[in-house]
């Protein structure tokens, strides 16, 4: 008490200057007290701005490849509509079915089952299944694999399995997958599929080039071993567990050929017997002595023959069928 007694007795001036300095030492206590709140907001203030050049700057890339963007954009819309124009609609499935069923019996095929299944509805389009069962030769089931790459259609093979039974007979068991556009009421369904569903990065087109069976020089691998004893300058006999096709119960002079149809880069014969017109690709049999065809143009086809000569081998020749010229058919051979 008494050192505030002797202060009350300092001049004036010096107890105001006291109590300046005091209401100053407070005062930076009390900011030296916000100076942790003031460094943190800073720090925040600095983090945001970091993150907002961040944002900027990506934003200025993605506008700098909107260009690109908008290229592929267009190019993905073309594939798609090019996609689209493969698929039929709903009334044009009949004709589809036909098709994939001539293409079988254009080949020599028998068919023991051709069963549509129910439609399976997806994102963008609706598959439908169809169980097929096929008889034939190996290189025939082989060509008519290759035959449905060809079609105007798209059409997809699952599930392929080859079996042979005990007369040596193929059987070819398989799920093909035909595809179309949706209908209406099958679009009204698929705009909630596509919301519920996430969105997958489209993957990026792979161009199909379809490509003809060119096996059918090769052995085949469900044939047996041959039974007949060749000669030293004979050939392998053919197989004869292999299902025959329908012109080889045709001789080759009874056959003439009238035509060509060339359809997707692949040439084909028209060749007459028995009356009826024939469409015949390269790899089929024809003729009464294991007859395959190795070649065809437009002016004629070229053929190999196995028969038994009077020694019980095996021989090969080959021989040609020219193209029908007003009435007189060609045929020449070399044997």
Not at 65 to 77: C, D, G, M, T, V
Not at 93 to 119: C, T, W
Not at 316 to 325: D, H, K, M, N, P
Request: proline share 7%.
């Amino acid at each position: 008490m008494s050192s505030l007694k002797q202060m009350a007795l300092w001049p004036r001036g010096t107890r105001l200057a006291c109590a300046g300095l005091l209401a100053g030492l407070t005062l930076a206590l009390a900011w030296l007290a916000q100076l942790d709140s003031l460094v943190a907001s800073w720090q925040a203030a600095q983090a945001h701005t970091g993150s907002l050049r961040a944002a900027h700057g990506q934003a200025q890339a993605q506008a700098g490849q909107l260009p690109q963007l908008r290229a592929r954009q267009q190019e993905a819309a073309a594939t798609l509509a090019a996609l689209e124009r493969q698929l039929p609609r709903q009334q044009e499935m009949p004709a589809l079915l036909s098709a994939i069923n001539q293409a079988g019996l254009a080949r020599g095929l028998q068919f023991e089952l051709f069963k549509p299944a129910a439609p399976l509805p997806q994102a963008h389009y609706v598959a439908m299944p169809i169980a097929i069962r096929v008889r034939g030769g190996y290189h025939a089931l082989g060509a008519f694999m290759a035959d449905l790459a060809y079609l105007p259609r798209i059409v997809t093979v699952h599930g392929l399995a080859v079996q042979a039974n005990q007369e040596g007979a193929l059987t070819l068991d398989a799920v093909l997958r035909a595809y179309r556009l949706p209908d209406a009421q099958e679009q009204k369904r698929m705009s909630g599929m596509k919301a519920s569903r996430t969105t997958v990065p489209p993957r990026p087109p792979k161009p199909l080039v379809p490509r003809d069976y060119s096996a059918s020089d090769l052995p085949d691998p469900f044939g047996a071993a041959a039974s007949v004893r060749p000669a030293a300058a004979g050939v392998a006999a053919p197989d004869p567990r292999r299902v025959r096709e329908p012109l080889e119960s045709v001789a080759l002079s009874a056959m003439a050929m009238v035509g060509s149809l060339r359809q997707h880069g692949r040439l084909d014969a028209l060749l007459q017997a028995n009356g009826r017109l024939y469409r015949v690709a390269a790899g089929q049999y024809l003729g009464q002595d294991h007859g395959v065809v190795t070649a065809i143009s437009e002016q004629a086809i070229t053929y190999r023959e196995v028969a038994q000569d009077a020694g019980g081998a095996w021989r090969e020749r080959r021989g040609s069928l020219a193209l029908q010229v007003a009435g007189a058919a060609g045929k020449e051979a070399d044997k």
